[in-house]
Structures are given as structure tokens and as C-alpha cells.
């Protein structure tokens, strides 16, 4: 695992497609904007469970 900090606006550019910007910083809270292209599927861990085998159940858009 890679771990990198990042500070309010700051951007992580993920294989030249797909940039994640910390977006809101609050106690013990952070916000993430993704911007990925359309065949890039983003899933929360939680929604996304152990299988990552190409179904779009529980496929989640978030406008942030």
C-alpha cells in the first residue's frame, strides 16, 4: 500500500485517468472527489464486498 498525504485541494493523479482530490477536510473526516472515465467502475468497500467481478449491482454515482 501506498500512502501518500495531501493537503485541502491537492490531487492524486492514479494512471494518468483517474484523479481523486481531497475535497473537504473536517476532524476526523476527509471528503474524495474521483473523476475516472466512464469505464472505470468506483465502488465504496463496503458496497464493492470481497467480489470485484464486473456486476453493477451496488454500483454508487455521488455527485460531490
Known amino acids: 500500500m501506498l500512502v501518500l498525504s495531501r493537503k ?6 492514479i ?3 483517474i484523479v ?9 473526516q476527509i471528503r474524495l472527489g474521483i473523476e ?3 469505464h472505470v467502475r468506483v465502488f465504496r ?14 454500483a454508487v454515482a455521488v455527485d460531490i
Do not use: F, Y
Not at 20 to 28: A, F, H, L, P, S
Open 45 to 58: 468497500e463496503e458496497i464493492a464486498g470481497g467480489s470485484r467481478s464486473g456486476s453493477s449491482d451496488g
Open 36 to 38: 475516472a472515465p466512464s
Open 8 to 13: 485541502l485541494n491537492e490531487k492524486i493523479v
Open 15 to 17: 494512471d494518468g485517468g
Open 20 to 28: 481523486v482530490t481531497v475535497v473537504k477536510i473536517d476532524r476526523n
